[in-house]
């Protein structure tokens, strides 16, 4: 066989009901120099057989169980799938996702036309009740990671199409996150450093249904979620050893003040020792950045 061009990554957890038609869509892709790494974090259903099935009569499906010693969850089987992974290019996938034909073929060609990119970026759809939604929004701009920090451009895990020589040696998904990873790790890049260009198509679908793990998010109070943002932004900084400190204080303050507010109204002390001391390490922090 050919030297692997892209790796397909997908972690995944009693995901049955979608997972089939997840790799099915794979497999259909019209450019076929791929391998597609799979990577069990203990499922209780099908999951792991249907992986199994695809990789019997398709030697391009590598399927790997999480290993005993590594932290259960889904960023931990993203970066061992990594380390399982041969291709020039790398592609972060989600088990209920669904890529349409021309997906892989489009990115390689842009990244293999220009070799001064890091990764490309391509749009998510929507799939609800049936219906595919190509949902408006933005992945670029001139003020990159500040627009990035503050939503006002964003892409999703399907979206990037990574080159390899790009991540080597690069810290990637937190295992402290159960949440906002894609946030965190694509943030990170860009305070970093980095070069993508995005592409005007909707090249993947997002199967948005009550037990996906966005749908779930949303049902959480509002207090839980506003601790798991924050956490996230904690983690982004102590990843960034600082460096985006100044940015994230003035994007999350008024977040961090209705937080303390909320969990003081709530009496929920645990909470409001922790956002206190996010607010006033940050102004501390963003006080010497500026003096």
């Known amino acids: 066989m050919n030297e692997i061009l892209v790796s397909i990554i997908i972690p995944f957890f009693n995901a049955a009901a979608h997972f089939r038609d997840t790799l099915i869509s794979i497999q259909s892709q019209t450019m076929q120099n791929w391998e597609c790494i ?46 399982q992974s041969q291709g020039q290019f790398i592609q972060w996938f989600d088990a209920d996702d669904l890529m349409r034909p021309g997906m892989i073929e489009r990115k390689t060609i842009e990244l293999r036309s220009a070799p001064g990119l890091d990764f490309v970026v391509s749009k998510v759809a929507d799939l609800i009740d049936g219906q595919v939604i190509c949902k408006e929004y933005v992945s670029d701009s001139a003020n990159r990671v500040m627009d990035f920090l503050t939503y006002r451009i964003h892409f999703l895990t399907p979206g990037p199409m990574f080159r390899r020589s790009f991540l080597r040696g690069r810290a990637l998904f937190s295992i402290q996150l159960k949440r906002h ?40 109070p509002g207090l839980e979620r506003a601790y798991i943002k924050l956490y996230t932004v904690d983690v982004l900084n102590k990843n960034t050893h600082g460096k985006a400190v100044a940015v994230l204080y003035r994007v999350f303050h008024r977040y961090m003040i209705w937080s303390i507010f909320q969990s003081l109204v709530k009496f929920k002390f645990r909470r409001l020792l922790f956002f206190s001391r996010i607010f006033l390490e940050f102004s501390y922090k963003t006080l010497k950045y500026h003096f």
């Open 38 to 83: 799979c990577v069990d974090d203990g499922s209780t259903d099908s999951s792991f057989h249907i992986a199994g099935t695809f990789a019997l009569s398709d030697e391009r499906f590598r399927i790997f169980k999480r290993p005993g010693h590594l932290p259960k969850g889904g960023n931990t089987c993203r970066n061992y799938g990594f380390e």
């Open 181 to 220: 990873q894609e946030w965190e790790f694509f943030s990170r890049l860009l305070i970093e450093g980095c070069s993508y260009r995005v592409l005007p198509v909707y090249s993947s679908i997002r199967l948005v249904h009550p037990a996906s793990i966005n749908a779930v998010y949303q049902q959480k």
